[in-house]
């Protein structure tokens, strides 16, 4: 009858409707976002963690234990394939082999003020393991020849027992770099290669277990019940050179002067009480600021890019499922934010070795003039 044609047709819309609705919020981006987010390559063999654009090239990095088989250090080609860099000798590292002139384990890239590619090797082949002899280095690259300008190694007494060099940032002759695993900032004297711990277990550079990383409604274990705890790991440097900004993953986030790390002369008790809270961000995957000072991060428990101004403001940028652990985040010239999507809290280590993984891997870049 008409009026049960009625019934049957407007049910069809609304579930359709229903349908669409739940496609929307699960699966796709809403039109603005389909905008602003751009898969720029993809990779079934290489769990990126880091992304660097230098001199016109993007690279990419994934660190050892993800068992994951490409390069330690990637070039995307023009048909956005990752191919070794800056050759195949340098990422054919085998347990064994001397480590001083191979990538054993990449945890970051960064591209530094002078347009160079560094590298940041942890030197450990297993996560939360032991740095081989002459593995934790730093690798300072020229990126258009792939030429290796000069290594910067962590000895011993730097990259220790426990430690997991993480992200590294510039200022002046001086750069910072976090140990994620025994907490602490590492200051790097660029010219003469020296490097010091400073806020060594500091509560600045501690992961709190009262905030865990949550992810997919479940907290990121690294052993059953146990919780995963990062330590200080992103780090940003103010536009203006005077402050370091840094934190836990977990968060929150401290600031210390630059002046006041950069003199080997101030105590440790000095350089601790110079510490001050600087934000209360949440466990985030990584982060880039801009010469306006606004930091972008990639908020874990939310698959969503942040923005936190200047002045203190905090607004989300874009959300969108496929921003699962999206890790540090690269800004280029032409404003766009690339981030590798790492999918770390789904590997086999996390989940009594059941790989959770949704391959492929995503580069993602998101267009900031227009988010």
């Known amino acids: 009858m008409p009026h049960h044609s009625k019934i049957r047709s407007h049910f069809r819309k609304f579930a359709a409707a229903l349908i669409m609705g739940a496609v929307s919020v699960y699966a796709l981006p809403t039109p603005s976002q389909a905008q602003t987010l751009r898969i720029e390559a993809t990779s079934s063999s290489l769990d990126w963690n880091a992304v660097a654009l230098a001199k016109g090239h993007v690279f990419v990095a994934g660190p050892r234990w993800t068992g994951f088989t490409g390069p ?54 297993s996560f939360g393991g032991t740095p081989v002899p002459g ?24 990259a220790q027992t426990g430690s997991y060099v993480d992200d590294i940032r510039f200022n002046g002759r001086h750069a910072y770099l976090t140990d994620a695993g025994k907490a602490a900032l590492i200051v790097l004297d660029l010219e003469t290669g020296q490097a010091r711990r400073v806020l060594e277990n500091h509560a600045s550079t501690r992961a709190q ?25 992103p780090l940003e440097v103010s536009p203006d050179g005077k402050w370091l900004y840094f934190g836990p993953l977990e968060g929150p986030w ?36 801009d010469a306006d ?21 905090v607004s989300k940028v ?16 032409d404003g766009r934010l690339w981030i ?29 003039k227009h988010d």
Do not use: C
């Open 318 to 333: 874009v959300s969108d499922p496929r921003l699962h652990w999206a890790d540090a985040p690269a800004l280029a010239s």
């Open 72 to 125: 330690a250090v990637g070039i995307l080609t023009k048909n956005k394939d990752v191919a070794p860099f800056p050759n195949i000798e340098w990422n054919a590292w085998k347990p064994g082999q001397d480590a001083t002139q191979h990538f054993v384990s990449v945890n970051a890239l960064h591209t530094a003020p002078d347009g160079t590619l560094w590298v940041v090797d942890t030197g450990t082949p």
């Open 209 to 233: 277990p009262a905030r865990p990383i949550v992810m997919e409604d479940h907290v990121v274990e690294n052993h059953p019940h146990q919780p995963l705890l990062v330590n200080v790991d």
């Open 135 to 158: 593995g934790a280095k730093l690798v300072r690259i020229d990126p258009a020849t792939g030429h290796v300008l000069r290594l910067y190694s962590l000895g011993p007494t730097v």
């Open 254 to 289: 401290s600031r210390v002067p630059t002046a006041l790390l950069d003199d080997p002369s101030v105590s440790p008790e000095a350089l601790a009480a110079a510490v001050k809270p600087w934000a209360d961000l949440p466990p985030m995957g990584g982060s880039a600021m």
């Open 340 to 368: 590798p999507i790492a999918q770390l809290d789904r590997l086999p280590q996390f989940h009594q070795g059941q790989s959770l993984i949704r391959p492929p891997f995503l580069l993602i870049s998101i267009d900031l």
């Open 293 to 313: 000072g606004t930091l972008y991060f990639t908020n874990l428990k939310e698959n969503s890019l942040y923005r936190r101004d200047s002045s203190g403001q």
